[in-house]
């Protein structure tokens, strides 16, 4: 128990040094220009999503009342589509959300316009330069910015859907496999997926030598603040459906994209600088 209480203090010394260093070299600022650009860059996304959403919500809401109907509708927009992924898709927009799709689509997007300058970010927190090979640094970040966007949005949906709709999609696949397994297994992957890349990440993007042990603590500590921000995310979206009788549109979607894209920043760049920060320690 005393070895226990010593670590935690000198967590908690750590995170103050960090805090201080991150102040140091004003982290808040750099964050802070990196959603904007990030929700700068959303801006033709955001136009496409919300006319599509709008066009898919009156056609469901007054035409298309059961999923015979929506079937033939998708399948007079993509012919091609046989009658199997048809009910796969089917299964897939009356279980999710248009909040659900659009947070996907932010996702995706914002990981690949964050990348440069997320690059210039981890250049300002490293304080010591040091010999590092950019060109191979770039690959192996690019590489793991890709696992990142495919962990993070596989997580996503896990806490916000019912995963047996992969059992529609992958029918012969996931033939037999229980719902409760099936939601864990994705979980763990999405969950591992997202701790390797950061680790990655946290290890090759700082222009300093960065040891592993280090860029494992500073991804633990964004997955932990990755999960309890998804957490509170999650339950205000939830009162603010209870509360507005079920209305969860997408204007209300982009609102709370603004406030997690911001956090993401904030916490992205924060582990990155507690990894640093143990690294000059």
Known sequence: MHILIKQLKESFRDLKGTSRLAGENHLAIIAGSVAFFSLFSLIPILILSFISSHFFITHTTTLLQTPEELGHFLHSLIPSLGPQVIQGLVVVLKQNSIGDVFSVLVLIWSAYELFESLQFAFAKISS??????????????????????????????????????????????????????????????????????????????????????????????????????????????FYFQRANAGIYGPFFSFLLAVVWIYFLSRIFLFAAQYAIYLEEK
């Open 128 to 237: 010591n330069g040091g010999e590092r090979n950019r060109f191979w640094a770039t690959l192996m970040s690019i590489f793991c910015f890709l696992i990142v966007v495919i962990g993070s949005t596989l997580f996503v949906i896990v806490s916000t859907t019912d995963v047996s709709i992969l059992s529609f999609l992958f029918p012969r696949a996931l033939a037999g496999v229980n719902a409760i397994i099936l939601n864990s297994l994705s979980a763990l992957i999405g969950l591992f997926s997202v701790l390797g890349s950061v680790t990655l990440i946290y290890k090759v993007m700082p222009t300093q030598k960065v040891k592993w042990l280090n860029a494992l603590k500073g991804s633990l500590l964004f997955l932990s603040c990755f999960i309890l921000g998804r957490f509170c995310y999650q339950g205000y979206a």
